[in-house]
C-alpha cells in the first residue's frame, strides 16, 4: 500500500474509521494529523464497540504502530483514559503509540474546569 | 503549550505549567469565567507527564525513515473537508486543517509522499451543529434518515442534521484534496426511500454553480437543484457485489456527477460489511 489518506469528504461522522480499518490492517503506521477529542471515531468489532477520540483506530490490528502526530490537539488527561480503556480490553498498546513533541497539549480551562 | 513541554525535567515542568495556568486563569477572570485549580492541575498534568513521558518524540523522522523504506502508511483525517478552517463553511468550521494537505502540514512529510487519497463520503449527508447546510431536509425525509441511519454524535450524542447528497460539495472536496477514490458508506440507510434526490448544482440568483462558494452568505441563499432518481426498495444486503440495479445506478450517477471512483461501497456498521465494488 502506497503511503495513503483517508479524508472525510463531507461534513464529518462519513465512516471514515470502518474504511481506516478495513484498508488499514495492511498498514504498518497509521497516523493522525488533526483535531483532538472532539473527532469520535467508532469500529465495531463482531459484539464490541471501540470508539476512539485521539488513538488512532489502527491500534486494533497488534502489527500496526500508532502516531498521534503534529497537528493535533491533545488533552493529555483524556489520552491517559483512552490508552488505559484501550489496554484494559486486552489490546496491547506496549511500544505501539507515539505522540509528536509538536502536538498541542488542552488545559482543562478548555475542557470543562477543574473547580 | 505543547507535548515537548512533557520533556522538561519535572521541576522545570511544574513552573512552565504554573505559569501558563496563571495566563490563562487571568484571561478567564477577564472574560467573567470561572478559572482553574493551579495544584490540582499541576498534580494531574505531573502524574499524565510520569505516563506519556515515554511515548512523545519528534515523530517526523520516523515518519521520514518509513516512507523511504516504502512502508505502508495510512493517515487517518478527523471530522471532513467541509469544516476546514480555510476551506470550510466558515465561520462554521473546526480548528485544524482537515483537508488533504493538512496531512503533510501537521505530521510533517512532504505533500509529494502521498499517492493515494481515499475521500470518505455518506450516500446521504449529515452535519453536526450550526453552518449552511444546502441540502438539510427538516421534516419527513430527515427525520427518516436519522432514524433509519442513526444519525447522532459518536462525542456528543447530538442528533445530526440530515438531508441529500450534495454533488456540488462533493465535488468541490474531490478537487480540494485530489482525492483519488471515493469510499460510499450507509448506502443501506437509503433502501426504504422510494425516490432519492441528488444535488447536481446550486442556483444562486439566476446563476447555476458547480462548486461550494467560499461566502457562507452565497451557500445560505443556494437552491439545490436536484436529480430525481427512483429508489430499489429493498435490503442491499451485505455484498456491495451483489447490489440491485437500481442502487448500481444511484452509484454511477454519483461517480458522474462527482467525477471520482467509488471503489468501496460500505454497508451496515460491523467491520465485515466493508466491501469494495466491482
Same mark, same amino acid.
Given at each position: ?57 489502527g491500534i486494533l490490528y497488534p502489527h500496526i504502530t500508532c502516531i498521534l502526530g503534529g497537528g493535533m490537539v491533545i488533552d493529555p488527561l483524556s489520552l491517559i483514559g483512552e490508552i488505559d480503556e484501550i489496554a484494559a480490553r486486552g ?14 497539549v488542552v488545559l482543562p480551562h478548555r475542557s470543562g474546569g477543574t473547580e | 503549550m505543547r507535548m515537548c513541554d512533557f520533556q522538561l525535567d519535572s521541576s522545570q515542568f511544574e513552573g512552565y505549567l504554573e505559569r501558563k495556568i496563571k ?90 509522499? =502521498? ?82 434526490? =441528488?444535488?447536481?448544482?446550486?442556483? =444562486?440568483?439566476?446563476k447555476e454553480v458547480e462548486y461550494f462558494p467560499v461566502d457562507t452568505r452565497l451557500l445560505n441563499r443556494s437552491k439545490p437543484q436536484y436529480l430525481e432518481v427512483e429508489g430499489w426498495n429493498q435490503c442491499t444486503g451485505s455484498n ?21 471512483? =467509488? ?16
Amino acid at each position: 500500500m502506497p503511503v495513503s489518506l483517508v479524508i472525510g469528504g463531507q461534513w464529518g461522522d462519513e465512516g471514515k474509521a470502518k474504511i481506516v480499518d478495513t484498508i488499514g490492517r495492511r498498514a504498518d503506521y497509521v497516523v493522525r494529523f488533526q483535531g483532538g477529542a472532539n473527532a469520535g471515531h467508532t469500529v465495531i468489532v463482531g459484539t464490541e464497540k471501540f470508539k476512539f477520540h485521539l488513538v488512532p483506530s489502527g491500534i486494533l490490528y497488534p502489527h500496526i504502530t500508532c502516531i498521534l502526530g503534529g497537528g493535533m490537539v491533545i488533552d493529555p488527561l483524556s489520552l491517559i483514559g483512552e490508552i488505559d480503556e484501550i489496554a484494559a480490553r486486552g489490546i496491547d498498546v506496549d511500544g505501539r503509540i507515539f505522540v509528536s513533541g509538536q502536538a498541542h497539549v488542552v488545559l482543562p480551562h478548555r475542557s470543562g474546569g477543574t473547580e | 503549550m505543547r507535548m515537548c513541554d512533557f520533556q522538561l525535567d519535572s521541576s522545570q515542568f511544574e513552573g512552565y505549567l504554573e505559569r501558563k495556568i496563571k495566563d490563562k486563569n487571568a484571561m478567564l477572570r477577564d472574560q467573567g469565567f470561572r478559572t482553574v485549580s493551579s495544584a490540582r492541575t499541576v498534580e494531574r498534568f505531573l502524574e499524565a507527564r510520569k505516563r506519556l513521558l515515554p511515548l512523545i518524540r519528534d515523530t517526523r523522522p520516523m515518519l521520514w525513515e518509513a516512507i523511504e523504506r516504502k512502508k505502508s502508511i495510512l493517515f487517518e483525517g478527523a471530522q471532513g473537508t467541509l469544516l476546514d478552517i480555510d476551506h470550510g463553511t466558515y465561520p462554521f468550521v473546526t480548528s485544524s486543517c482537515v483537508t488533504a494537505g493538512g496531512a503533510a502540514l501537521g505530521a510533517g512529510i512532504p505533500p509529494s509522499a =502521498i499517492k493515494r487519497v481515499i475521500g470518505v463520503f455518506k450516500a446521504y449527508c449529515t452535519r453536526v451543529g450550526n453552518g449552511p447546510f444546502p441540502t438539510e431536509q427538516k421534516g419527513r425525509i430527515g427525520e427518516k434518515l436519522r432514524a433509519i441511519g442513526n444519525e447522532y454524535g459518536t462525542t456528543t450524542g447530538r442528533p445530526r442534521r440530515c438531508g441529500w447528497f450534495d454533488a456540488v460539495a462533493a465535488r468541490t472536496s474531490v478537487k480540494l484534496n485530489g482525492i483519488t477514490e471515493i469510499a460510499l458508506t450507509k448506502l443501506d440507510v437509503l433502501d426504504t426511500f422510494p425516490t432519492i434526490r =441528488i444535488c447536481t448544482s446550486y442556483k =444562486i440568483g439566476s446563476k447555476e454553480v458547480e462548486y461550494f462558494p467560499v461566502d457562507t452568505r452565497l451557500l445560505n441563499r443556494s437552491k439545490p437543484q436536484y436529480l430525481e432518481v427512483e429508489g430499489w426498495n429493498q435490503c442491499t444486503g451485505s455484498n456491495a457485489k451483489a447490489l440491485p440495479a437500481k442502487a448500481r445506478s444511484y452509484v454511477k450517477i454519483l461517480e458522474q456527477l462527482v467525477g471520482c471512483k =467509488i471503489t468501496m461501497i460500505s454497508l451496515g456498521p460491523e467491520r465485515r460489511a466493508t466491501l469494495r465494488a466491482d
